[in-house]
């Protein structure tokens, strides 16, 4: 059975207003997406898209506003399981806005369990979004094996996780450790996901956004260049 999903980290929600062009082309049946405003009404504006939201978690806080990751479905392929939120280690910028301000919004892996509406088969997703540049990549391992350890993992459904692992250099390590937990990589055949200018002189070209999954073949597997966001959403295709 083929079905598809989409990641996206939308630039505190700049990217938001391209979504319609998106789906329209692309119709993947599940959308993973970062640094998305979670308020109540924005989320209903991607439902309106022809999704069902499946669940959100808070990240950060941005002039007012409250950015994370939620992740939706389409309610014709899918029918929602369960949904958490599993906490990430903090790093030490964390800690000491929790001192200074009293706020305390750990990075979050937000988990899914789908079941397919034709042949009852369960799928587990993780969004995934951990700590940005100003943090260490010894922080995003922890993180990373804090998310490759949950016990769903062992399981032999279908599993799939996408997101921004914001990790910038020495990713060699990080890349070791998808074998390790006896996953793969959908996005092996992408050489950079993020693409910005500073001072508009110098060009930055980073890989820091990833499709991961296990007991799944990937059928296909691309970045959609669209400039709305520093990071361009990619689109992947499955078999179970």
Known sequence: MKFSVLTYNLLVNQALHELQSVV???????????EVNTDEYNLKKIEKLGYKLADF??????????????????????KLSKSESLN??????????FILKG?????????????FVKN???????????????????????????????LHLTKKN????????????GRRRFEDLIGVYGLKEATN???????KRILG???????????????????SNDTIHFKHSDHYPIFTVFNT
């Open 88 to 97: 990430l280690p903090s790093s030490v910028y964390q800690i000491i806005t």
């Open 189 to 195: 055949n992408i050489v950079y996901t993020l693409e």
């Open 103 to 115: 706020q305390k919004n750990p990075r979050t892996v937000l988990r899914n369990e789908f079941t």
């Open 57 to 78: 978690s808070n990240s950060f806080l941005r002039f007012g506003k409250v950015y994370g990751v939620a992740t939706f479905y389409n309610s014709k392929v899918f």
């Open 201 to 219: 002189l110098f060009q930055i070209r980073l890989k820091l956004d990833y499709v991961l999954y296990k007991n799944l073949s990937v059928k």
């Open 120 to 150: 009852g088969s369960t799928i587990t997703t993780y969004n995934i979004h951990l700590t940005p540049l100003y943090a260490t990549n010894n922080l995003r391992i922890k993180q990373i094996k804090n998310t490759f350890s949950d």
């Open 24 to 34: 329209i082309r692309y119709k993947p049946d599940i959308l993973f997406f970062q």
């Open 158 to 169: 279908h599993v799939v996780i996408a997101g921004d692992f914001n990790f910038p250099y």
